[in-house]
C-alpha cells in the first residue's frame, strides 16, 4: 500500500494561506495540543489530518475550530468519547492503522482509560469485555452510525438516552460525526503513524 498521497509540506514550502493556518496550529500546539504523541515531523511540518488540512487552509481552520468545540461540549465523559472516536477510526482506517487510531491509543493509555487489548478489537469493530456500560453503549452507538442506511434504531437510541443521558447521547453523535470526516480524509490520503512509530507495543 502506497502513501501518503498528501505527503506533508514542510514549513519553508507553505504559502501565505498555508502559514496562517500552520501558525494557528503552532499555537494550539504549544498550548498543548498533541503532548502524548508526535504531531511534528522532522522538518517542521504538520503531520496526521493536519498534514491533508494545508492543503486547504481556507477551509481547515474551520474544520479544526469544530473539532476543538466538538470535543469541548460538557456533557461529553472520556472514556465512552475516546471508545468512540477509536471504533470510528477503526471503521475508516483499520486495514493500515490511521494517525488518528495511534494518536487515540496515546491519549487513552495516558488516561489509563482502556487496555491495548480493549483498544486493539474496539478497532477491528468487536466489543471487547471490561467496559463500562456507558463505554459499551458508546461503542455500539458508533459502529452503527458510521455503517449508515437506515435510521438509527429507536431501541438503541432509547438505550444510549436512559445509559448516557440526553446530553451526553448529542454530544458522542456529533463526536461520531466529526471523527467521521477525519477518518474520510485519512482513508483518502493513507494517512498513518508516523515514521518509526508504531500503534500497538506487539
Given at each position: 500500500?502506497?502513501?501518503?498521497?498528501y505527503p506533508?509540506?514542510?514549513?519553508?514550502?507553505?504559502t501565505?494561506e498555508?502559514?496562517?493556518?500552520?501558525?494557528e496550529?503552532?499555537?494550539?500546539?504549544?498550548?498543548?495540543?498533541?503532548?502524548?504523541f508526535?504531531?511534528?515531523?522532522?522538518?517542521?511540518?504538520?503531520?496526521?489530518?493536519?498534514?491533508i488540512?494545508?492543503?486547504t487552509?481556507?477551509?481547515?481552520?474551520?474544520t479544526m475550530?469544530?473539532?476543538?468545540?466538538v470535543?469541548?461540549?460538557?456533557?461529553?465523559?472520556?472514556?465512552p468519547?475516546?471508545?468512540?472516536?477509536m471504533?470510528?477510526?477503526g471503521?475508516?482506517?483499520?486495514?493500515?492503522g490511521?494517525?488518528?487510531?495511534?494518536?487515540h491509543?496515546?491519549?487513552?493509555?495516558?488516561?489509563?482509560?482502556l487496555s491495548?487489548?480493549?483498544?486493539?478489537?474496539?478497532?477491528?469493530?468487536?466489543?471487547?469485555?471490561?467496559l463500562?456500560e456507558?463505554?459499551?453503549?458508546?461503542?455500539?452507538?458508533?459502529?452503527?452510525?458510521?455503517?449508515?442506511?437506515?435510521p438509527?434504531?429507536?431501541e438503541?437510541?432509547?438505550?444510549a438516552n436512559s445509559?448516557?443521558?440526553?446530553?451526553?447521547t448529542l454530544?458522542?453523535?456529533?463526536?461520531?460525526?466529526?471523527?467521521?470526516?477525519?477518518?474520510?480524509t485519512?482513508?483518502?490520503?493513507?494517512?498513518?503513524v508516523?515514521?518509526?512509530?508504531?500503534i500497538?507495543?506487539?
Amino acid at each position: 500500500m502506497s502513501g501518503p498521497r498528501y505527503p506533508a509540506i514542510p514549513p519553508q514550502k507553505l504559502t501565505q494561506e498555508q502559514q496562517v493556518f500552520y501558525d494557528e496550529m503552532m499555537g494550539k500546539i504549544r498550548d498543548g495540543m498533541g503532548s502524548t504523541f508526535t504531531l511534528i515531523g522532522n522538518n517542521g511540518e504538520l503531520l496526521g489530518p493536519l498534514s491533508i488540512m494545508m492543503y486547504t487552509p481556507q477551509y481547515s481552520s474551520h474544520t479544526m475550530r469544530l473539532n476543538f468545540e466538538v470535543l469541548s461540549l460538557p456533557a461529553l465523559e472520556p472514556g465512552p468519547t475516546e471508545v468512540a472516536i477509536m471504533a470510528v477510526q477503526g471503521h475508516y482506517t483499520g486495514v493500515f492503522g490511521g494517525y488518528l487510531t495511534y494518536s487515540h491509543s496515546r491519549i487513552i493509555a495516558d488516561k489509563n482509560l482502556l487496555s491495548e487489548a480493549q483498544m486493539k478489537e474496539i478497532t477491528e469493530g468487536e466489543e471487547p469485555s471490561g467496559l463500562s456500560e456507558k463505554e459499551s453503549v458508546a461503542f455500539q452507538l458508533a459502529v452503527r452510525l458510521v455503517k449508515g442506511g437506515n435510521p438509527l434504531e429507536q431501541e438503541l437510541w432509547e438505550r444510549a438516552n436512559s445509559i448516557l443521558g440526553w446530553d451526553q447521547t448529542l454530544a458522542l453523535i456529533q463526536v461520531i460525526a466529526c471523527y467521521s470526516l477525519h477518518g474520510v480524509t485519512l482513508n483518502a490520503g493513507i494517512i498513518g503513524v508516523p515514521e518509526r512509530e508504531h500503534i500497538w507495543s506487539s
